[in-house]
């Protein structure tokens, strides 16, 4: 798992950290550093709470008698990935967003998938939900959520939080798409998230490279760095790397061919 890890993210954590602590220390140093440290983990913890108990009150938990199927998969995954607390899984109406995140509230993990993404399963397309659940499952397996906790004064600095954002979410990517075997599948999920659960099917992906590459422009420059997910044909360049070169990241190749790609940890 270690060589899945992007890079950026050690690089950009370490700094993140040092700088947290820094300004951790700073307030505490204060009385009044301290009542403010207590206020903002007091204020965070309520709304994170109301947040979680609105999804767990309407959403609906998935269990062997809750789409079986999905939670079998969840179980199988988080079992690779080394999770021994597998996360409780909801699913919740999201007007029709493409969507899902990883959370935690007091030590228990929580996933939530927003229902638009999940009917995608109604057509067959299995593994590119599959890849949407891996991903949030290294999040956890990262314990992504956690260090977000420890590093929050860090994350406030612009372009430095959202650029270990960036680099956490390339990371999942490659957790999901060693995960699910399906390199194929992986990128349709991510083209998904650009265009929608039908029109996916329909899109050039080397265009859909290309023209990120044309699109340039201080703002197109601003948006990407001030963004806490790298754009979309990145993303899917990854993936594609990823596929291509499996040793390199410690994997060995079993089954590859133009559609999908069956790995196994080397």
Same mark, same amino acid.
Not at 116 to 129: G, N, Q, R, W, Y
Not at 153 to 174: H, K, Q, V
């Given at each position: ?32 550093? +301290? *009542? ?6 007091? /204020? #965070?913890?309520?709304? &994170?709470?109301?947040? !979680?108990?609105? =999804? ?54 929580? +996933? *939530? ?6 009917? /995608? #399963?109604?057509?067959? &397309?299995?593994?590119? !939900?599959?890849? =949407? ?64 659960? #039908? ?68």
């Amino acid at each position: 798992m270690e060589k899945l890890i992007h890079a950026n993210e050690k690089t950009y954590y370490t700094i993140c950290l040092v700088i947290s602590i820094i300004m951790y220390l700073s307030l505490i140093i204060s009385v009044i550093g +301290i *009542v403010y440290i207590l206020i903002g983990i007091l /204020i #965070t913890v309520i709304l &994170h709470g109301l947040a !979680l108990a609105q =999804i767990r009150s309407n959403g609906v938990k998935i269990s062997e008698y809750q789409f079986p199927n999905i939670n079998k998969k969840v179980q199988e995954i988080s079992a690779k990935m080394g999770i021994r607390d597998i996360p409780d899984v909801f699913i919740i109406q999201s007007d029709g967003l493409l969507n899902a995140f990883a959370t935690r509230f007091f030590g228990r993990n929580f +996933i *939530v998938l927003y229902s638009e993404i999940v009917e /995608i #399963t109604k057509d067959k &397309h299995d593994d590119e !939900l599959n890849f =949407i659940i891996a991903h949030e499952l290294a999040h956890i397996q990262r314990n992504h959520i956690t260090k977000n906790s420890l590093i929050l004064p860090a994350m406030w600095i612009p372009f430095l939080g959202n650029a270990y954002s960036r680099a956490c979410e390339y990371t999942c990517d490659r957790f999901a798409t060693a995960y699910i075997g399906n390199a194929k599948a992986s990128v349709n999920a991510l083209l998904i998230l650009a265009v929608g659960k #039908t029109l996916f099917m329909d899109v050039n992906v080397e265009d859909f490279k290309i023209n990120h590459k044309r699109e340039t422009g201080f703002f197109i420059w601003l948006n990407d760095i001030l963004s806490s997910h790298p754009p979309l044909p990145l993303r899917i360049k990854e993936v594609e790397y990823f596929n291509e070169f499996p040793e390199y990241f410690g994997f060995q190749t079993v089954y590859k061919n133009k559609k999908s790609i069956t790995i196994t940890e080397s």
